[in-house]
Structure formats: C-alpha cells, structure tokens
C-alpha cells in the first residue's frame, strides 16, 4: 500500500452528528435530548417542535448522514483507502454511545472522529467532545477496553468544503432573472449562539468579539465572495447574518437574524439576495424550515426575490476532503511532516484543542482535546 494511503494509527472514522427525529413519536423526545439543562424557553421548544411536524416528524439531518456515509465508503473504496466508516449521534439513534460499543466489539483501538459541524465553538466544538467523553465514560464502566479518539480538525477552510458552496453560490445567482442578478447580495448565514458563547469561541488567543467562531464565518463569506467576483466580474455586496436563534430574549445572541436583514435590503432597494447556509454542513431542519421555508415566506411577503444556495452534503469533493483530513492527521501522529491544506487567511486549524478552547458555562470532561482525561 503506498504510504500517503496508510491511516495508521487509525482503524476506524466515526462520522459524529447532530441526529433527529424520524416520524411523530420521536420529536419530543429529541427535544429533550437536545435541550437537556440548556434552559430554553417552553415556548421556543413549541414551535421548533412544530417544524419537526410540518415535515412529519422526520428530520432530514438523517438521510444526509446516510448519504455522507455512501460517499465517504465509495471515495475511499476508489482510492484504495481501508478503513471502516461508522456513524453516531450526540442526540438521536444510531446513538454514540451505541456506535462506540460496536467499534470496540469490532476491535476498533484508535478512531478517527469527523464531527458534522466546520467551526469552532462549544455547540460546534466542546459540546461534541463531551459527549465523546461521557461515553467513554460509560464503556468503561462496562468494562469494555477503551479506545482512543482524536476529532479532527475543523474544516471550513478546506477546499473540499468551499468549493463546493462557490459553485453553489453561482448557480444560485444563475437562478435569479438575469435583470435581478448583478444586484444580489448575498446573505452568508450561520447559527446564531449566546454573544458570550461567540465571544469564548476558539483559543484563548482568539477569545473576544465573536471569537474564532465569527473570525472563521467571516473568513470564508469574504473567500466565496471574492471567488464569485472573479467568476462573475460583479462584485456582489456580502454580510454575515444568523439564524434559528433560541435563548431566551434578554440574553444576547448573534445578530442581525437573516429576516431582519432581508427586511433591511428590501428596504434599502436592493433587487435579490441569494441566501448562503455557510454555517451548515447539510440541508437539515435549520436550512429547510428557517431559511426555505420561513425566510423564504419574508422575502416573498416583502416581494424581495431569494434563492438559497446548497451546502456541501455528500458532495464527492467532501468525501475527499475528508479522506485527506484523515490521513493528514495519521501522517501527523505518526510523527511526519505533511501539507495541511487550508484556504483564506487564517491557516489550518489545530489537531487538538488546547486548554480554554471553546469553555463550557459548567466546566466538564472532555475527551480528544489537551485537557481530556483519556489518553
Ligand atoms: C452552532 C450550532 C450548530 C451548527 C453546528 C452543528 O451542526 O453542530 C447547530 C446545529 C444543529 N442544531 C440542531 C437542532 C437544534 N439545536 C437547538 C438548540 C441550539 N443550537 C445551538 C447551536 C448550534 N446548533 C445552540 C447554541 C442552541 C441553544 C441550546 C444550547 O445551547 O444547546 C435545538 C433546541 C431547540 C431550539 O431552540 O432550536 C434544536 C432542536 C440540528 C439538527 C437539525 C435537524 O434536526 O435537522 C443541528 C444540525
Ligand atoms: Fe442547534
């Protein structure tokens, strides 16, 4: 086997998600996987659970790990990379702990963990290591030997996750009328998180005014941006908004929300937007009823054309970029020097999260980051 093929010392890619609901009973419950001590507003969780049932209690978060999963089997069949893909979710089945049980019955001893979330952050980051950590946790109560598990970098300055959502953006802006075109700004949307939550976001370097959670979104909105120009010759104004906001009102979270901000250019008589789901690795439940359903309903209501561009999904060229993610970082345990590929101006991101990186409100284990208690 040639050497830039060898994931030693990993035997396994756990591909690590969100989950959701599957059919009616199984919304409620979810919810309160979710939001289990985070203190959201009864309300809030009324009508998010009302958006699980207009599309009858199927999230379809599920189906896109589905499809992930066949794209990460078929790259690496094809390019002759051996290493078996598993899926697990923080929050609905298959469930981590499950799927963790299962690779160590299968052997599994060093995993390979692909988080289905690019940035920083503590929903996006910390939170899935402690979930990672509980688990272990519990297996070792079983008594079962546990594996080690190293999460991987974030990826949204990976090529194979930009390009992708370039060519989405154009063929966006393709959709559009043409006499509406060169006008459109584009809406660059992510996850609205608590302000302080922003804030803590990356190293402690990077801690303060949005963080690195804010730095990376708008790193990568100004590279797409600029890549549209260069294909397009027009130069379509740009700004970050957020979405699916959930605290409650009087504590601060990102903002402006992207209704506000299609209120805002319909208002200033801008002709289109093309909305641009950065935040999101997959079309699930926050881009199919928060954007193409109730942000699509404002713009029309205000009479300001929109389109929603895709994301990256089971693109091949994701696949890929994972494959490479993996075997840069075996490479890299394996003590050699390897290219980690990165577009923008911020660099790679690190292997292992530091001390600090992304605190939690209530301090607890984390696991894949210097401060875990696993080796
Ligand atoms: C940064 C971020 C991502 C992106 C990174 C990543 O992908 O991980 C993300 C993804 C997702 N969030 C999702 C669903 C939910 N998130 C909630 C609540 C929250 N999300 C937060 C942040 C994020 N969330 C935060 C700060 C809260 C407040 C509560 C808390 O501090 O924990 C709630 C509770 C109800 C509500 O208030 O919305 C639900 C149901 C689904 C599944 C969708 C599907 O089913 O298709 C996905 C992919
Ligand atoms: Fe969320």
Not at 97 to 104: A, C, K, S, W
Request: a negative charge.
């Amino acid at each position: 086997m040639p050497d830039e093929l060898d994931p030693a010392p990993y035997d396994a890619l756990l591909l690590l998600s969100f989950g959701g609901p599957e059919g009616p009973d199984d919304v409620v419950p979810f919810l309160e996987n979710v939001t289990r001590g985070r203190g959201i507003p009864k309300e809030r969780l009324k009508e998010v659970g009302r958006h699980y049932f207009l599309f009858d209690g199927v999230s379809p978060i599920n189906a896109q790990n589905r499809a992930l999963l066949d794209a990460l089997r078929a790259d690496f069949a094809e390019s002759g990379l051996d290493l078996p893909v598993y899926w697990g979710n923080r929050n609905w089945a298959p469930y981590l702990i499950d799927t963790l049980r299962e690779m160590i019955t299968d052997g599994r001893r060093h995993i390979a963990v692909l988080a289905t979330s690019a940035y920083a952050s503590y929903s996006g980051c910390r939170q899935y290591r402690e979930n990672l950590a509980d688990a272990l946790a519990t297996l070792e109560a079983e008594g079962l030997p546990l594996p080690r598990v190293d999460k991987l970098r974030h990826y949204f300055n990976h090529p194979g996750f930009v390009r992708p959502m370039i060519d989405g953006v154009l063929a966006a802006l393709d959709d559009l009328d043409p006499s509406l075109r060169s006008g459109a700004h584009l809406a660059f949307t992510t996850h609205s998180i608590p302000e302080s939550a922003a804030d803590s976001s990356g190293t402690v370097a990077d801690h303060g005014d949005g963080g690195a959670y804010v730095k990376q979104h708008l790193d990568i909105a100004r590279l797409i941006a600029d890549a549209v120009r260069e294909e397009t010759g027009v130069d379509h104004p740009w700004r970050l908004v957020y979405q699916s906001r959930s605290g409650a009102p009087h504590i601060p979270w990102l903002e402006p929300d992207i209704c506000e901000h299609l209120e805002q250019l319909h208002g200033a008589g801008v002709p289109a937007a093309v909305m641009v789901p950065i935040g999101f690795v997959s079309d699930h439940m926050e881009v199919l009823y928060d954007l193409d359903t109730e942000a699509t309903a404002k713009a029309a209501e205000l009479g300001l054309p929109v389109r929603r561009s895709a994301t990256v999904g089971a693109d091949p060229r994701f696949a890929a970029a994972v494959r490479e993610l993996v075997l840069e970082r075996a490479a890299t345990e394996r003590g050699q020097r390897v290219a980690r590929c990165a577009l923008g101006t911020l660099g790679p991101s690190h292997d292992l999260c530091p001390i600090g990186c992304c605190p939690a409100r209530a301090e607890r284990p984390a696991a894949a980051g210097a401060d875990s208690p696993y080796a």
